[in-house]
């Protein structure tokens, strides 16, 4: 026994329709219970109280009421029943401009039979749980049913023009689970897969029936919360989020922790449309990474303002190596008893048209996270070796130069290959070029690209671990790097020789430079007091202002014939004040 279909019919005579009234409760017309309402308020409380197989409609498709009634029904129950049109005027023009506007099919009142009607409908729904499970594919996640960045966009949009018409808030909530890449490397991707589940469940039972919650990416979701007030709905929420990921997962015997990182945006204050709201929850989301994850942080618009700032040097950046708007400038590293020049840090400028000179603090960040600093360092590189070959043909400085390297660099697959290269077409002795890597990035190497160093050895190439002290500072990995320079940080040595904690630190890394056979190098050398308390300590090299700025390539060559003659009374008056601060201490 087929079961009855429960049928929603609105036409504007009601059950009173004499030809309605035949095909639905006439002899034999036992297929179907309909539910009549005569207007738009009437069907939509039907809505409200009831669920439907089908919905039909009876006012003439040129009615205004048939639009009306197709987008209360559409709003309403997005995916859930088919929606027919019986009407007494079709054409094959109106029928298709229906049809385009999201109705299931249009049949000719005059040509219907109960048998036709009982038929088209069962088609029709028949054909709308298809179509659902196709567009199921098509919105929605197949890993965890949450909806994907497709149908998050529509609801997003959705959101926002709800929000316009009832002057309420919208919160968008980016999360990104913090070193996700470490759960599959170690446990597997079947074991990342099932994290990724337990997450999306997570989520869902932490948030409202009425908010949406998508996968947009491989480990990042994002959150719709509707309906809100104010600013001070959205901390509550950020809270409860970060809260669901503390407790560990377990999948397959393993226990997984995790922790997210989450950027939060609010309609209207932070953004008028879709895209500026998701452009700027980002730009949140991207400074709760950089203060350390497993936090939140609320949009700001001095965000927004170092992003513009972080487009407009990458924009330049590219222009500047088009143009050749990069210079090497040269800063001495001296022997901190005897004044002679032992090396030469080269240091990059970008001279730019509009902002002048630009030092490198201003835009490494920006070349290293958008790739640049590939082709930057290998310019570097390059233009490094070309100097000292030219200034010895032109009998100038005859030193080592040292040059800055990036992670970034070191992680490419053709570091080695480029700087074998470099090295060939400059005709150089590989001992006459020193890199310099932060002790961060250095110890942040992993697989292949933990061998660089010992393959830098291997080639030749001096390795100056950089910013000492500031970092990690593994005692048990430094025993087994191959670095021949300890650069000690300008942070410890300007509060030479009077701060006490800096002079501990200073002195201690000194010593255990001493004890591995491994030359110290204190930057930022200001003052003869800072060079005497150095000289006192032990500390092999030095460099800093005190002999002299980074300077131009010719004017470094200038400085380096002239020095000789001031190099005796620089390191003496040094040595002078240390004795004079021993005997007044």
Known sequence: MKTKLHLLLVSNQGSTHPQLADLLQGEGADWADVCWCRSRAEAEAALVDGSFDAFLLNPGLQDPICQDLVALVQNRLSFQAPLLVLTPDWTWDLAQEALRDGVTDVLDLSQLDRETLERAVHCAI??????DRLLAYALFDSLTGLANRKCFTARLQESLAHADRTGRSVALFLLDLDFFKHVNDNFGHPTGDEVLRSVANRLRRRCRRTDTVARIGGDEFAIIATHLGGPEHIIPIARKLSDCLEEAIEVQGNRVFLSGSLGVALYPHDGRDADSLLRNADLALYQAKNEGRRTYRLFDPVLDSRAKEHQAILHDLHLALRNDEFRLYFQPILDARTGEVRSAEALIRWHHSRRGVVPPDTFIEVAESSGLILPIGEWVMKAACEQMKAWRADGGPDVPVAVNISAVQVRQGCFMDTLSRTL?????????LELEITETALMNLDGEQAEVPQHLTDLGVRLSL?????????????????VCKLKIDRSFVSGLPGGDDDSLITHAMVGLGNALQITTVAEGV?????????????????????????????????WWRRWPSMASRCMDVAAYNNRRRMRIA
């Open 526 to 558: 200001e003052t003869p007091s800072q060079l005497g308390f150095l000289q006192e300590i032990g500390c092999k090299q030095v460099q800093g202002f005190y002999f002299s700025p980074p300077l131009p390539a010719d004017e470094f060559a200038d």
């Open 126 to 131: 028949e054909r709308k749980r298809v179509e």
């Open 466 to 482: 950089d910013d000492f002290g500031t970092g990690y500072s593994s005692l048990a990995y430094l025993k087994r790097l191959p």
């Open 424 to 432: 060939q077409q400059c005709e150089m002795n590989p001992q006459d």
